[in-house]
Nanobody
Framework: QVQLVESGGGVVQPGGSLKLSCAAS????????MEWYRQAPGKQRELVAS???????KYADSVKGRFTISRDNNWNTLNLQMNRMVPEDTAVYYC??????????????????WGQGTLATVSS
């Protein structure tokens, strides 16, 4: 089973930057969408940014203009550059990826994998 491993979390002051990275254990595995989610203390997990195989990206309104998602299909890595961070960005950030597998019946089944999470803290 393919795994995702995140790195890059830490503590930063308001206005600072962090870069998160996510690497798949199988460089040749073919994912559909790859995304970053986050979960702040006491809140539900939310989608931060997504990147499809063709290079299309989407962002949550709260991070538009501050965060940049990038994906390298050759190395199966996903990055999240976070700039001008604010205390509300404090959360555990999770990498997520999904793909489809073809069943014997000919239909396609959805599969997904999550990373273990990395903590980003914005504090003065």
């Amino acid at each position: 089973q393919v795994q995702l491993v995140e790195s890059g979390g830490g503590v930063v002051q308001p206005g600072g930057s962090l870069k998160l990275s996510c690497a798949a254990s199988d460089r040749l595995f073919s994912f559909n969408a790859m995304e970053w989610y986050r979960q702040a203390p006491g809140k539900q997990r939310e989608l931060v940014a997504s990147a499809d195989r063709e290079g299309g990206t989407k962002y949550a309104d709260s991070v538009k203009g501050r965060f940049t998602i990038s994906r390298d299909n050759n190395w199966n890595t996903l990055n999240l550059q976070m700039n001008r961070m604010v205390p509300e960005d404090t959360a555990v950030y999770y990498c997520h990826a999904d793909w489809l597998v073809r069943a014997d019946s000919g239909s396609y089944e959805y599969r997904e994998v999550w990373g273990q999470g990395t903590l980003a803290t914005v504090s003065s």
